[in-house]
């Protein structure tokens, strides 16, 4: 039977146009972070199970891909953890590898395993595919691009700094109509959850706090209740959910509530301070907001966090990241900070394109195209070609010498701009016949003077 072509749900096809316009979010992307000193690196695909699992909390977890071993490693599967019902091991024993669910799991581990070649604070930059089995839908993908900056090796502040001023720099470069960096720190959700009494369930309550703007309040205290916060735990916490005013305001009204939490008055002092640079180098502050409600999900998080959202769009978060103090020790290089932040580059793209901000030049075709009249006449147009590329001029020469109403369909369809015509009169003119295929105009001219128009209307 005839398989019916298809491709896994959460996956897509990328057309050339489409890969142009990619191409032009990476380069544009990456040129931000080589201006800011960063450097770029890449790791596998896939991963050890053990170096991914259990970095990015239970939901994570259940996200990962895992790649079936293979061989003689299938038949020494634990089938005795199969008959204990005890799953995970059973799963553990089935796969020793899987593919990577982000870039900065995968990077902590490049960072320790080749601390001895690196000089610190080590800025990279990475961008690169990841894959992740959550449910297919507008704007979520199974395998998606992220592109990375992290800078680990240091603890200070103007490190947060300078992914702030990367966000503002790269989403504007996009001409994105408007965008909000919002910006939370860890610590003070450490502080709240310590206040409320509730300091052994922070993953629940960030889980939790992390899903206001798609399942609203009530969902959100539901979500708490199921989690067994309790009453009066989640009465304490619900003002924080209305804050108001500027980020100066709300900022000291946490400082009030949290009055009593070391940590969380030092998660305020961070936040504080970071404003205070941003004043200094005049930064639009319109654009960034302190948003209490803001929990990034991943375990690894231990202060400033940061997530960027468009305007006038239906889109989750385009970017996010922040600080991890200790990532690094999970596999043996103790205390050794760093903060990083992540473009969403598939849900730009998404967004680009609804809004149609692409440049146009991007979807623009073939410059010249070389009917074919049989094999004398392609021989002067390989050669013309070859001059044409040597000046940077993309063209190429039809490859058969099938009708002319073929040839120009052709060059229609792949948006030519210009046809060369070479038939047996202008081969014993010396000339060719240059074709203007959106206005109609045909121009007869010696071969010198075609190099030449071409090279003059680069």
């Given at each position: 039977m005839i398989q019916k072509p298809t491709i896994p749900k959460g996956t897509r096809d990328f057309l050339p146009q489409d890969v142009a316009r990619r191409n032009y979010i990476f380069d544009t992307i990456k040129s931000v972070f080589k201006m800011h000193g960063f450097a770029p690196i890449e790791t596998p695909s896939f991963e050890l199970s053990s170096t991914l699992m259990g970095k990015y909390g239970e939901e994570g977890d259940r996200l990962i891909f895992r790649i079936l071993n293979s061989g003689e490693k299938m038949k020494r599967a634990d089938l005795s953890a199969l008959q204990e019902d005890n799953l995970p091991r059973f799963a553990n024993s089935l796969s020793e590898k899987a593919l990577r669910y982000d870039l900065t799991v995968p990077f902590a581990r490049f960072v320790v395993q080749h601390q001895n070649e690196l000089t610190f604070p080590f800025k990279r930059y990475q961008i690169q595919a990841v894959w992740r089995a959550d449910r297919p839908q507008h704007g979520r993908y199974q395998e998606f691009f992220q592109c990375d900056a992290?800078?680990?090796?240091?603890?200070?502040?103007?490190?947060?700094?300078?992914?702030?001023?990367?966000?503002?720099?790269?989403?504007?470069?996009?001409?994105?109509?408007?965008?909000?960096?919002?910006?939370?720190?860890?610590?003070?959700?450490?502080?709240?959850?310590?206040?409320?009494?509730?300091?052994?369930?922070?993953v629940d309550i960030v889980v939790a706090i992390d899903q206001l703007d798609k399942i609203g309040k009530e969902g959100?205290?539901?979500?708490?209740?199921?989690?067994?916060?309790?009453?009066?735990?989640?009465?304490?916490?619900?003002?924080?959910?209305?804050?108001?005013?500027?980020?100066?305001?709300?900022?000291?009204?946490?400082?009030?509530?949290?009055?009593?939490?070391?940590?969380?008055?030092?998660?305020?002092?961070?936040?504080?301070?970071?404003?205070?640079?941003?004043?200094?180098?005049?930064?639009?502050?319109?654009?960034?907001?302190?948003?209490?409600?803001?929990?990034?999900?991943?375990?690894?998080?231990?202060?400033?966090?940061?997530?960027?959202?468009?305007?006038?769009?239906?889109?989750?978060?385009?970017?996010?990241?922040?600080?991890?103090?200790?990532?690094?020790?999970?596999?043996?290089?103790?205390?050794?900070?760093?903060?990083?932040?992540?473009?969403?580059?598939?849900?730009?793209?998404?967004?680009?394109?609804?809004?149609?901000?692409?440049?146009?030049?991007?979807?623009?075709?073939?410059?010249?195209?070389?009917?074919?009249?049989?094999?004398?006449?392609?021989?002067?147009?390989?050669?013309?070609?070859?001059?044409?590329?040597?000046?940077?001029?993309?063209?190429?020469?039809?490859?058969?010498?099938?009708?002319?109403?073929?040839?120009?369909?052709?060059?229609?369809?792949?948006?030519?701009?210009?046809?060369?015509?070479?038939?047996e009169e202008e081969m014993k003119l010396g000339k060719i016949i240059l074709k203007n295929m959106e206005s109609g105009e045909q121009i007869l001219m010696d071969k010198a003077s075609f190099i030449n128009y071409f090279k003059t209307t680069k």
């Open positions: 992290d800078v680990v090796g240091s603890d200070s502040l103007l490190c947060e700094l300078e992914l702030i001023q990367i966000f503002d720099a790269v989403l504007s470069r996009f001409n994105l109509p408007g965008f909000t960096i919002k910006i939370n720190n860890r610590k003070i959700l450490t502080g709240i959850a310590e206040l409320i009494g509730e300091s052994g369930k922070l959100v205290i539901t979500e708490l209740e199921n989690k067994g916060i309790s009453s009066k735990a989640i009465v304490a916490i619900q003002p924080l959910f209305d804050l108001q005013g500027s980020n100066k305001e709300k900022l000291d009204k946490i400082a009030v509530f949290l009055s009593e939490s070391k940590i969380g008055l030092k998660g305020v002092e961070e936040l504080r301070n970071i404003f205070s640079l941003l004043d200094k180098i005049e930064f639009n502050h319109e654009i960034i907001e302190f948003d209490i409600t803001l929990a990034r999900g991943l375990n690894y998080y231990t202060g400033a966090i940061f997530e960027v959202h468009a305007h006038d769009v239906k889109m989750g978060s385009i970017c996010g990241g922040g600080r991890y103090d200790d990532l690094t020790g999970l596999f043996g290089l103790k205390d050794l900070s760093g903060v990083g932040i992540s473009f969403g580059a598939d849900r730009i793209y998404d967004i680009l394109k609804e809004l149609d901000l692409f440049p146009k030049y991007l979807t623009e075709g073939l410059t010249v195209l070389f009917v074919n009249f049989g094999e004398k006449e392609s021989e002067i147009a390989l050669k013309l070609a070859v001059s044409l590329r040597a000046n940077s001029i993309d063209c190429e020469v039809y490859p058969s010498p099938l009708k002319m109403q073929k040839q120009l369909k052709y060059a229609n369809d792949r948006g030519v701009k210009f046809v060369a015509i070479i038939g």
